[in-house]
Each structure stands twice: as C-alpha cells, then as structure tokens.
C-alpha cells in the first residue's frame, strides 16, 4: 500500500534541553536509520506560544536545527 515512513516536528519556543534529547532526538536518529524521516520545525505553531516575539521564533529556528545536526540528525 503505502511506504512506511515518519513525520514529526518541533516548536521553536527557546533553547532545547536534556529532555528534548532523550524524549526526542535520539529516537529520530535512531529512526532515521530504519525509516524515511520527514522531521519540521513548526513555527506556525510556535506563535500560539510566543506570538508577542515573532522574531525570535526564527532565531529559535535555526538554534534548534542547529542542535538537531548536533545529535545527529542527517539533514539529507
């Protein structure tokens, strides 16, 4: 029927943290190996969390994904 794959996302809403690691990133890495991987920063639903500061929902963007590459997501 269909191909398995996986699509998951992150709000860019500030600096991730150890929980994010061990609840989030190591399993996509550890995903990615068995499964094609769609991973997305969803800053549109970062607004609802810090809609006074849009600006830093960019900023928070890319410090997230560069975090991502960090823990070893492959970006291809």
């Excluded at 600096?15 to 920063?41: D, I, M, T």
Aim: with cysteine.
């Amino acid at each position: 029927m269909y191909e398995t794959r996986v699509l998951s996302g992150m709000r860019p809403t500030g600096s991730l943290h150890l929980g994010h690691y061990h609840g989030v990133l190591k399993n996509w890495a550890r995903l990615q190996a068995e499964y094609p991987c769609l991973f997305f920063v969803a800053d549109w639903h970062a607004l609802t969390t810090d809609y006074e500061n849009p600006a830093n929902v960019k900023e928070n963007g890319w410090d997230m994904v560069v975090d991502w590459l960090a823990a070893g997501i492959d970006p291809g």
